[in-house]
């Protein structure tokens, strides 16, 4: 028996197979690796909340199958696979929807048009997973990744950070890597959700700063 017993139930291990698959070209920083320790995250906090695991198991697993990012923006891609997984796998209508939900709404660039009219406490424990996974050392890590995917400088010291973006600016914002730090990882730890998350994430956070404290002492000479 896993850690947690709703890892056991054959819809979910139906799932992992099918993410892993769908996951196995992608970028460090949203492969199944992320998204298990997404889902490591979401049991973890899930187990402090009254919250259907089942649920947070699926919401977890299917959140970036289909990230819009790598499919020209178009924010129905993942939704729909989704969907179309779990009414093949004979999942119940409620908990269909309720999944389907989840991924329209969990992604950070919807919260900044105050558009996501959803809320659901399976949504904030896998919102706060995934913000977790996008800080700390995972965080930097990830955040470089995509800047080298990008072909991104690390740091230009002539272009500043870009604050209050609304959700067009953030997704055209080529921002320089160390710039993403101050557009969004630094200010996930005051919009975390749950209390276990918030805990979480200031240990993150802290280490961050004096990620950056060093990088900059090591970039303009100590
Ligand atoms: P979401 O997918 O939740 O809308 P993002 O688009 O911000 O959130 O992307 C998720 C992760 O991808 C970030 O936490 C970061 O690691 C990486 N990322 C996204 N945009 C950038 C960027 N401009 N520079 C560096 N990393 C980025
Ligand atoms: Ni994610």
């Not at 129905?76 to 004979?90: C, D, S, Y």
């Not at 918030?198 to 970039?219: C, G, I, P, S």
Request: proline share 3%; with cysteine.
């Amino acid at each position: 028996m896993t850690k947690y017993p709703i890892l056991d139930s054959s819809l979910i291990k139906s799932t992992i197979g099918f993410v892993k698959k769908k996951l196995a070209d992608a970028e460090a920083g949203h492969d199944w690796f992320h998204t298990h320790r997404v889902l490591n995250n979401a049991l973890n906090i899930a187990h402090n909340e009254e919250a259907n695991l089942e649920i947070v198991a699926l919401g977890a697993l299917l959140h970036d199958i289909a990230d819009s990012k790598f499919h020209d923006g178009d924010e129905t891609v993942g939704p729909a696979i989704a969907q179309e997984f779990l009414e093949k796998h004979n999942a119940g209508q409620g908990l269909i929807d309720h999944v389907v939900q989840i991924i329209n709404n969990i992604s950070y660039k919807n919260s900044l048009d105050g558009n996501s009219v959803f809320e659901s406490k399976e949504l904030f424990i896998i919102r706060d997973a995934d913000r977790l996974d996008a800080i700390g050392a995972i965080g930097i890590a990830r955040c470089f990744n995509y800047g080298g995917y990008k072909n991104r400088p690390f740091y230009d010291p002539d272009i500043p950070p870009k604050l209050n973006m609304t959700k067009e600016e953030y997704k055209s914002a080529a921002s320089p890597t160390i710039n993403h730090f101050y557009e969004k990882l630094l200010l996930l730890k005051d919009k975390m959700h749950t209390d276990t998350g918030r805990k979480m994430a200031e240990k993150r956070h802290a280490y961050m700063l004096e990620f950056l404290e060093q990088f900059f002492q090591e970039w303009y000479g100590e």
